[in-house]
């Protein structure tokens, strides 16, 4: 059994901590690493749009209405809503003759903040294409379309679509969902809870599909291998799942979920892994991100040395200030015109902390007294107009504590 957690720390102090759940197997279900927690239920939530997306792959819709392959991998996306995922989803939506309103997964704003604010600056507004389970909704009514399926209640429990998607479930986890696992994914569609073990089967079967030539293996096929093929549309140019496919030269099938869940399959090792970090924090995604994709992403407060980002200030205290990251590391920018007053104010407080902790390293009761306003040297006087400042605190440099 293995423990795994993550440990953010500021300073030297664990400031906070996140459990992970994880369960990797070989395709015979021999286990290669696992926390214990392979009987916990959970929700996978998007990483698991691939199973969804096979009664789609299978019906024929994709041949009847001439889908391309970027847009059969729209269908297992978690998609960003740059330019390129938007212009294949309006040729989706035109190929079958729906209007976006017919999509009932809800609209909210592209999630790559560039393409965003380009729609919020040209005064365009969002719509369901933006969102970034679009092509999982289009899937689910190209496929209605195509089987003569109601549309307008496609994403009800007794749908008979949505019976097919349980039916694979069942198939590849090798369990049989009912009621009580069923819940709603944030895009309205059907949402079910399932053992970690279970979606671990789920995946050494799908890997045994794509290698082998049984029920599903057509519509395995067609959905893999569209996405390896166009990995910028499962997630995006700066997407965790973009660039782990990328790096593993095609070789890795992997899709992430809401809520810290992250799903692998090693197409030619025959290994799979179930992630879920139990809090649901994914505060470190964005950075490994950014350190894999080399691009520079904007924080907008690191804590980090000061290195002339406030020029005011002493180089030895931790500062914070926007940086960006990418693979050579963390880099703070410099705060231009930074008050002089504030300067004074935190200055101020870097004596202070300066004077505690020579008191401390020099084990002086005298020095101490001087933070408190309580005692004088020659030349130097120290009263309580300038004693502390609690709301203003900088910790002295510690080469551990550059971590945003």
Not at 81 to 110: A, D, R, V, Y
Request: charged share 20%; proline share 3%; net charge positive.
């Amino acid at each position: 059994m293995t423990k795994i957690h993550v440990n953010f720390f500021r300073g030297k102090e664990i400031e906070s901590t996140h459990q992970v759940k994880a369960l990797v197997t070989n395709i015979d279900g021999r286990i290669l690493l696992s926390t214990n927690n392979d009987n916990d239920f959970f929700f996978p939530r998007s990483s698991i749009k691939i199973f969804q997306a096979i009664p789609f792959a299978m019906s024929g819709a994709a041949k009847k209405y001439k889908l391309n392959g970027k847009q059969i991998a729209l269908a297992c996306a978690s998609h960003k809503g740059e330019g390129f995922h938007i212009s294949e989803l309006k040729k989706w939506i035109s190929k079958i003759k729906l209007k976006t309103k017919n999509l009932q997964c809800g609209i909210h704003g592209p999630l790559d903040r560039t393409a965003s604010e380009k729609i919020i600056y040209s005064r365009n507004k969002f719509n369901q294409l933006h969102n970034n389970c679009a092509g999982k909704h289009l899937a689910m009514l190209t496929s209605c379309l195509y089987n003569n399926y109601s549309i307008k209640n496609y994403l009800d429990f007794n749908h008979p679509h949505q019976k097919n998607i349980r039916k694979v479930f069942n198939k590849f986890t090798e369990t049989k969902l009912s009621k009580k696992n069923f819940s709603l994914d944030g895009c309205s569609a059907p949402q079910y809870s399932f053992r970690i073990k279970s979606i671990s089967k789920a995946l050494n079967n799908l890997i045994k599909c794509y290698n082998s030539n049984l029920e599903y293996s057509i519509a395995v096929k067609i959905l893999i291998d569209s996405t390896l093929k166009y990995p910028n549309y499962i997630g995006g140019t700066k997407s965790f799942d973009t660039k782990v496919i990328d790096a593993s030269q095609s070789k890795i099938f992997c899709k992430h979920g809401a809520e810290g869940v992250f799903l692998f399959a090693h197409l030619t090792k025959g290994v799979s892994g179930v992630v879920k970090v139990t809090d649901g924090n994914e505060r470190a995604i964005p950075i490994i991100e950014s350190i894999v994709d080399d691009s520079n992403m904007l924080e907008h407060a690191v804590n980090i040395k000061n290195d002339n980002f406030i020029k005011c200030l002493p180089n030895d205290v931790v500062v914070e200030v926007p940086a960006t990251i990418n693979k050579t590391g963390v880099h703070g920018k410099a705060l231009e015109d930074y008050p002089n007053s504030f300067g004074a104010l935190l200055n101020s407080q870097v004596g202070t902390i300066q004077l505690t902790t020579n008191a401390i390293l020099n084990k002086s009761k005298q020095v101490a007294n001087l933070t408190t306003g309580s005692a004088s040297l020659p030349g130097l006087s120290v009263g309580h107009s300038c004693g502390h400042y609690p709301s203003v605190r900088l910790p002295l440099y510690d080469p551990e504590s550059a971590i945003c």
